[in-house]
């Protein structure tokens, strides 16, 4: 059974640094780009970014609005992946999902098959 | 980036009716490679239909995917009681976005 759980969330000042973790099991993690998409209380999803498998260079996509703030790694050891998201604002307030998409390899033109419960940040002062 | 528009915001029907969901794109989505999803309160999205119109492992016939280019639509036949809940699209063809989604509420 393919299981994805994030853990990490909690309330955090402006300003200041949270890492998020999906712990996986159930499937080939090293095989699949990993992605995160949040969704701010009371509203859409927004896709945050994705980590491509180390087959494909690991390489990382983010949206323009953490660009630069936020940085996705993972560890195909542990399978687990990482969302480390700095200089955080209040409008990153929400529900952090960690998503895996529907095929294994490099392409992220691919939906996503299976979703973890979500890790909500709340970013306060 | 491409822009989804769901339609409407909010459909109120009753069980046993047919519900159309719309999604429409900013610019044509490459390869029809667009998604939707079933959101219920306090739980994550899942899955319903991929590439258009394929159906998710598991989803039931009632629910079926169409369009191409800039214009998509869900259809659920026959809505169920466990239907009424938040949809959304997702087109994964060039970056990734989302629609803002469409509420499937109880008449």
């Known amino acids: 059974e393919v299981r994805l759980v994030e853990s990490g969330g909690g309330l955090v000042q402006p300003g200041r640094s949270l890492r998020l973790s999906c712990t996986t099991s159930?499937?080939?993690?090293?095989?699949?780009?990993m992605s995160w998409v949040r969704q701010a209380p009371g509203k859409g999803l927004e896709w945050v970014g994705f980590?491509?498998?180390?087959?494909?260079?690991?390489?990382?996509e983010y949206a323009a609005s953490v660009k630069g703030r936020f940085a996705i790694s993972r560890d195909d050891s542990e399978n687990i992946a990482y969302l480390q998201m700095d200089n955080l604002k209040t409008e990153d307030t929400a529900v952090y999902y960690c998503?895996?998409?529907?095929?294994?390899?490099?392409?992220?033109?691919?939906?996503?098959?299976?979703w973890g419960q979500g890790t909500l940040v709340t970013v306060s002062s | 980036e491409i822009v989804l528009t769901q339609s409407p915001g909010t459909l109120s029907l009753s069980p046993g009716e047919r519900a159309t969901l719309s999604c429409r794109a900013s610019?044509?989505?490459?390869?029809?490679?667009l998604a939707w999803y079933q959101q219920k309160p306090g739980q994550a999205p899942r899955l319903l239909i991929y590439?258009?119109?394929s159906r998710a492992t598991g989803i039931p016939d009632r629910f079926s995917g169409s369009g191409s280019e800039t214009d998509f639509t869900l259809t659920i036949s026959r809505l169920e009681p466990e239907d009424f809940a938040v949809y959304y699209c997702?087109?994964?063809?060039?970056?990734?976005?989302f629609g803002g989604g469409t509420k499937v509420e109880i008449k």
């Open positions: 590439d258009a119109s």
């Open positions: 997702h087109q994964y063809g060039s970056s990734l976005t």
């Open positions: 610019q044509s989505v490459r390869s029809r490679y």
């Open positions: 998503c895996r998409t529907q095929n294994e390899g490099g392409s992220y033109q691919n939906p996503y098959d299976y």
């Open positions: 159930g499937f080939t993690f090293g095989g699949y780009i």
């Open positions: 980590i491509r498998s180390k087959a494909y260079g690991g390489t990382t």
